[in-house]
C-alpha cells in the first residue's frame, strides 16, 4: 500500500464560496435574477459583479461568501435554483489553491481554473481567511 497523507478534517473548512458565472447579456441577466433570490433567502456576504474574467476564473463572475453553516441549505437550493449557469463552490480552508483546485465542487460546466496566482498556504504567509460579513436581508423563507 502506498503511503497516503491523513484525511483532512471537515473542521479545516472555514466558510464556503460559490462563484456564478456568466457569459453575455442573456446569461448576465438569469444571473442577476439568480443573485436577487439569493439575497431575498440566505445570509450571505455578495461580492461585486465581474464583468471581465478575474484571479483564477475564466469568465464573468459574481462571488456569493457563506458561512460553513449555511452549506446544507444554500448549496442544495443552488443546484435546483441556479438558472442553468455554471456555479463552482469552494472550501475555504488555509489553502485557496486546493480549495479552487482539488475540493470544489460544480454545478454545471466544469471551467478551466487558472491556479497560478492562488496561495498554497495562508498561514505560511502570515495570514487567515477574510471573515464573512453578510451584506444582505434576508425576507423570505421559501427555500
Known amino acids: 500500500m502506498t503511503d ?3 484525511p483532512m478534517s471537515i473542521q479545516a473548512i472555514e466558510s464556503y464560496h460559490a462563484h456564478v458565472y456568466f457569459d453575455g447579456p442573456e ?3 438569469r444571473a442577476e435574477v439568480l443573485r436577487d433570490r439569493i439575497a431575498q433567502r440566505f445570509p ?3 461580492g461585486r459583479w ?3 474574467p478575474v484571479g483564477p476564473h475564466p469568465t464573468a463572475m459574481y462571488q456569493v461568501a457563506f458561512e460553513a453553516t449555511l452549506f446544507p441549505s444554500l448549496v442544495p437550493w443552488l ?3 441556479r438558472q442553468g449557469l455554471t456555479i463552482v463552490v469552494h472550501p475555504n480552508t488555509d ?3 486546493d480549495d479552487h483546485l482539488v475540493h470544489a ?3 454545471g460546466a466544469v471551467l478551466p481554473l487558472d ?3 492562488l496561495e498554497a498556504s495562508l498561514s505560511a504567509l502570515g495570514r487567515a481567511q477574510d471573515e464573512i460579513m453578510p451584506n444582505t436581508t434576508p425576507a423570505l423563507t421559501d427555500i
Do not use: H, I, S
Request: proline fraction near 8%; charged fraction near 20%; glycine fraction near 8%.
Open 44 to 46: 450571505v456576504q455578495m
Open 95 to 97: 489553502r485557496p489553491k
Open 4 to 6: 497516503q497523507p491523513a
Open 105 to 107: 465542487l460544480w454545478l
Open 115 to 117: 491556479g497560478t496566482g
Open 27 to 29: 446569461a448576465r441577466q
Open 79 to 81: 443546484m435546483l435554483n
Open 50 to 52: 465581474r464583468d471581465q
